[in-house]
């Protein structure tokens, strides 16, 4: 007996369509039913022979925090040979804070620095439910940190950093920039917010409207979630959308999908961001689902996305309109 598709498949793409019935037919067991372990060994990312975007130089890299070396990888776009330091993006990945690896996010990073001309340095900060929040942001802290004082000795502009991330990710980007703002520390240049996790109320239309959305249903989300912050009073580093102000934060590109239950929130996000002063650029890419931006050779919208991402850094330096 065939179970009938969700009425929303209907607004997916052929691309998604395709790639939301891989993930069903691979995903037959929730992620909160299998567990971390589980999840992280079925849904682990490997590197291809051939990247779609080959580059010259990546480095591999162990960055020193409080909590020890934490694994990294500095991705150089292509060298015009004139010498000059170069802007630098860092990455958190994606996966509900319990998943993803420097894999996972591998092929997006090499297109944003091929088209950017910004170095991209991506991160694999630590996981919960082993290290709850805020570890992971203390990561993000650190390497960021870590990052502007290396920045001569890696070839990078200290005064040209930059966050990113998406999902998961993304709630780091955005709660850096509000921690470095309230520490009275230099902030980002910029964070891009590619359908980030910013609010613990699971309370606008998309979590009804795509509670069983491909890849990421609300039920697996709220499971995540709760491994992230297990018993903590949730502050406004946990959740970005419970800051009293946004003021003095970096201009922001938020990016969401049509079909995700984050998509309402991450563009209310946006829309307290404008509210506050903060210059805001807010995408929704229509017929794709969560998760579809680091699948580059899988989702056209991804290359498209990676496109809206490396204007917004362009302008960002001064090098585009």
Not at 31 to 42: D, I, M, P, S, W
Not at 58 to 75: F, K, M, N, Q, W
Not at 179 to 188: E, I
């Amino acid at each position: 007996m065939n179970v009938p598709l969700p009425p929303h498949w209907e607004r997916l793409d052929p691309d998604a369509r395709i790639a939301a019935q891989a993930v069903a037919n691979a995903l037959t067991t929730p992620v909160r039913e299998l567990g971390a372990e589980t999840a992280r060994k079925l849904l682990a990312s490997t590197q291809p022979d051939r990247p779609l975007t080959p580059l010259e130089r990546i480095d591999e890299l162990r960055v020193p925090t409080r909590s020890g070396h934490l694994r990294a990888r500095l991705y150089y776009p292509p060298d015009p040979c004139d010498n000059r330091q170069r802007p630098a993006l860092m990455y958190l990945h994606g996966g509900g804070f319990v998943l993803g690896t420097l894999e996972g996010a591998d092929e997006a990073c090499r297109a944003l620095a091929a088209r950017s001309g910004w170095a991209v340095l991506s991160l694999e900060y630590r996981l919960a439910p082993e290290h709850p929040y805020p570890a992971a942001l203390n990561d993000a802290l650190d390497t960021l940190t870590w990052l502007r004082r290396s920045a001569p000795d890696l070839g990078i502009d200290r005064d040209l950093l930059a966050v990113a991330g998406d999902s998961a990710g993304g709630n780091l980007a955005a709660a850096l920039c509000l921690r470095f703002r309230d520490l009275g520390l230099p902030p980002p240049v910029a964070q891009v917010l590619v359908y980030p996790a910013v609010d613990d109320a699971f309370a606008t239309e998309s979590w009804r409207e795509f509670a069983d959305a491909p890849l990421l249903s609300a039920a697996d989300a709220r499971w995540c979630w709760e491994q992230y912050v297990g018993h903590t009073v949730v502050d406004q580093y946990a959740a970005p959308m419970k800051a009293a102000s946004w003021r003095g934060l970096p201009p922001a590109l938020v990016l969401t999908a049509e079909v995700d239950p984050l998509r309402d929130d991450a563009e209310a996000y946006a829309e307290r961001l404008r509210g506050d002063g903060v210059p805001v650029t807010s995408i929704r890419h229509s017929g794709v689902f969560h998760g579809f931006f680091t699948e580059v050779a899988v989702f056209t919208k991804a290359d498209a996305a990676i496109d809206d991402v490396v204007r917004h850094l362009r302008r960002i330096a001064g090098d585009g309109p």
